[in-house]
């Protein structure tokens, strides 16, 4: 199994302040269509788990722009630009590169 | 806008079988590209995957749980269920139903359903 690893665990950030998250996978997620099968998800506080960004950067349909992905390989970041009170909650990055699909521990993200 | 809603048992006994279904509305389960699957989260815990099908009926499974696990589509229903057998109570989780996007440039779930909470206890 792909093993993914997120850092940190928990972040707490003030408002407007920028926020990164890494997920580091125990194996490239480059597949040999030259996309990378990462995601990231975001779980509200008492929601299920909303597509954030999949293939590495792409934004999901009404995603604001202040977040975003990067990263290549193993080691990938999802990066919010200003942090929102909105933006709280648990974040899991995922690689659908192979079966069985991995999720990361989850970073939990409180506004301060 | 496709949506999920997952259903069943809230409680199920220890050694019994956990049984849900997923209903699926705004679009259709015979789609070419997509498989539906279940994910489970214990509580306070992360994400962990259990499976997925296709409308066909070509399934895969997560390897630690596969003997225990069936995943099958009723495409008339446009729904598509699980079952787990053999519960305990390490099974208590919420149980989540979700729309995989397999399509050649894709590797995603989306959307997912509310989520329902299945505890196994006696």
């Known amino acids: ?112 | 806008q496709v949506q999920l809603q997952e259903s069943g048992p809230g409680l199920v006994k220890p050694s019994q079988t956990l049984s849900l279904t997923c209903t699926v509305s705004g679009g259709s389960i015979r789609s070419d590209g997509f498989y539906w699957s279940w994910i489970r989260q214990p509580p306070g815990k992360g994400l962990e995957w259990i499976g997925y099908i296709y409308y066909s009926g070509t399934a895969y499974y997560n390897p630690s749980l596969k003997s225990r696990v069936d995943i099958s589509v009723d495409t008339s229903k446009t729904q598509f269920s699980l079952k787990l057998s053999s519960v305990t109570a390490a099974d208590t989780a919420v149980y989540y139903c979700a729309r995989y996007d397999s399509g050649s440039r894709a590797g995603w779930f989306d959307p997912w359903g509310q989520g329902t909470l299945v505890t196994v206890s006696s």
Do not use: H
């Not at chain 1, 998800?41 to 008492?46: A, D, E, S, T, V």
């Not at chain 1, 200003?82 to 974040?91: C, L, P, S, T």
């Open chain 1, 1 to 112: 199994d792909i093993v993914m690893t997120q850092s940190p665990l928990s972040l707490s950030v003030t408002p407007g302040e920028p926020a990164s998250i890494s997920c580091r996978s125990s194996q490239s997620l480059l597949n040999s269509n030259g996309y990378t099968y990462l995601d990231w998800y975001l779980q509200k506080p008492g929601q299920s788990p909303q597509l954030l960004i999949y293939l590495g950067s792409n934004r999901a349909s009404g995603v604001p722009g202040r977040f975003s992905g990067s990263g290549s390989g193993t080691d990938f970041t999802l990066k919010i630009r200003r942090v929102e009170a909105e933006d709280v909650g648990v974040y899991y990055c995922m690689q659908a590169l192979q079966t069985p699909v991995t999720f990361g521990q989850g970073t939990r993200l409180e506004i301060k």
